[in-house]
């Protein structure tokens, strides 16, 4: 059953250091997500991606974070800066309709400490 | 009031039992609706879309009353492995088309 891949699984990291999240969707999927879930709280939606562009962001996703799908199958999330309250459970899901119907598939997640 | 809530529990049953959670949502132009279940420090996976009509899966059932805005998740013949926190998902609750997550209920099934 295919599935949707994230790295790496953990990262540590200094506040203010940049990081890269990486994930490979499902193959045939067109639309690609980013949410994040910090420790003991609920999932949040950071993100959707369609096109080559974001189709929906939440208030979260401000001009720290920035999504890229630098080739035919690699969607990442970068943090510019990162803060303590970065540190999460990043989740990456793609689906093969949008938002309006889904199914969406999430990868096992990065989980981000930021010391 | 929060866009999307749920009781945390945990809810504590024996195998076997039949169990009921609710979630709730503010929006009522919300459009599509879910129940994901996540183990402990594991990734969501979707359980059931709900439908108006309400669907069946086995031994879950899941309902949608629009005009009271809750959905529900029903589990009968609970297995210990249906041990996992339930997360509710509405689309459409904030206003647009982004998801968003209840907080979850937790489910412990014992022997």
């Known amino acids: 059953e295919p599935e949707v891949t994230q790295t790496p699984s953990h990262q540590v990291t200094q506040m203010g250091q940049e990081v890269i999240l990486r994930c490979v969707p499902i193959s045939n999927h067109l639309y690609f997500y980013w949410y994040r879930q910090i420790l003991g709280q609920k999932v949040e939606f950071l993100v959707s991606?369609?096109?080559?562009?974001?189709?929906?962001k939440s208030e979260i996703f401000d001009d720290q974070f920035s999504v890229e799908r630098p080739d035919g199958s690699n969607f990442t999330l970068k943090i510019r800066s990162t803060k303590l309250e970065d540190s999460a459970m990043y989740f990456c899901a793609s689906s093969e309709e949008g938002l309006r119907q889904e199914t969406q598939y999430f990868g096992p997640g990065t989980r981000l400490l930021v010391l | 009031r929060k866009e999307v809530e749920q009781d945390p529990g945990p809810f504590n049953v024996p195998e076997g039992a039949t169990v009921a959670f609710n979630c709730t949502y503010s929006n009522s132009a919300s459009q599509s609706f879910f129940w994901y279940r996540q183990d402990c420090r594991k990734e969501p996976k979707l359980l059931m879309s709900?439908?108006?009509s309400g669907n069946e899966d086995g031994r879950f059932t899941a309902q949608l009353n629009r005009a009271s805005q809750y959905i529900s998740l029903l589990i009968r013949d609970s297995k210990l492995s249906d041990s996992a926190t339930y997360l509710c998902v509405v689309n459409g609750a904030g206003g647009s088309y982004i998801p968003t997550f209840g907080r979850g209920t937790s489910l412990i099934v014992h022997p």
């Open positions: 709900v439908y108006s």
């Open positions: 991606f369609y096109n080559n562009e974001i189709s929906e």
